[in-house]
């Protein structure tokens, strides 16, 4: 049984930073590909980056680096740093995982790929609060 556990989310002000951690059980994050999504109030969830085993990464905005997706195969966790905070990053954060364990996945948009394929994601956390404020 896969599941996903977010931890790092808080109230921060605006431009500090926050690094938010998903840690896996029973999935590698090695081996597969996981996504991060946030849902504001009110808004619906949307993808902010993706990661494949092998590290390709995609994010859905040029956010000019403010925001990193990375994870760490020995401590098998994931990871989003988020710097210089707006108050619209305010939002319940999401990690996610696809379901074939593979490390070789093509990733566009926040999301998954094997050729034309979108892998949807199947495994989901129960989120993290970010909450910014001026």
């Known amino acids: 049984q896969v599941q996903l556990v977010e931890s790092g989310g808080g109230m921060v002000n605006t431009g500090g930073s926050l690094r938010l951690s998903c840690t896996p059980s029973?999935?590698?994050?090695?081996?597969?590909?996981m996504g991060w999504f946030r849902q504001a109030p009110g808004k619906e969830r949307e993808p902010i980056a993706s990661?494949?085993?092998?590290?390709?990464?995609s994010y859905v905005r040029d956010e000019g680096g403010r925001i990193a997706i990375f994870k760490d195969d020995a401590k098998n966790i994931l990871y989003l740093q988020m710097d210089r905070l707006k108050l619209e990053d305010s939002a319940i954060y999401y990690c996610?995982?696809?379901?074939?364990?593979?490390?070789?996945?093509?990733?566009?948009?926040?999301?998954?790929?094997?050729?034309?394929?979108?892998?949807?994601?199947?495994?989901w956390g129960q989120g993290t609060q970010v909450t910014v404020s001026s």
């Open positions: 996610a995982a696809v379901s074939l364990r593979d490390p070789k996945f093509a990733v566009g948009g926040g999301y998954c790929y094997r050729g034309s394929v979108r892998h949807e994601y199947v495994y």
């Open positions: 990661i494949s085993g092998d590290n390709s990464r």
């Open positions: 029973g999935y590698d994050v090695a081996n597969g590909c």
